[in-house]
């Protein structure tokens, strides 16, 4: 069963950073996508980064240039660990910002993190 894990979220200020860090468990990075998404008040989820199973990534343009995403994977595939360093934080990055996972063969996100809250003053 895949769980998710988030971590690192808290108040910043404008212009500040945070990393995000999600603990994987019960996948194989090599066969899934795992990606950061967001939920601001009032708004639909989006998506802000993807770290695709090949290692390639994709960014929102609200996110290029300023987050990156990065996996390291543990030994025997037990935990890995997703992370999402984001820099020159801005108001409109407030959110609750969740780790999700699909399968490679798979179009839909089916595994999902409880979240955690980031915000951003200014």
């Known amino acids: 069963q895949v769980q998710l894990v988030e971590s690192g979220g808290g108040t910043v200020q404008a212009g500040g950073s945070l990393r995000l860090s999600c603990i994987a468990s019960g996948l194989a990075l090599t066969n899934y996508v795992l990606g950061w998404h967001r939920q601001a008040p009032g708004k639909a989820r989006e998506s802000v980064a993807v770290r695709s199973a090949d290692g390639s990534t994709w960014y929102a343009d609200s996110a290029k240039g300023r987050f990156t995403i990065s996996r390291d994977s543990a030994r025997d595939n037990v935990k890995n660990t997703v992370a999402l360093q984001m820099n020159n934080l801005k108001p409109e990055d407030t959110a609750v910002y969740y780790c999700?996972?699909?399968?490679?063969?798979?179009?839909?996100?089916?595994?999902w993190g409880r979240g955690t809250q980031v915000t951003v003053s200014s």
């Open positions: 999700a996972a699909r399968h490679r063969a798979s179009n839909s996100w089916n595994s």
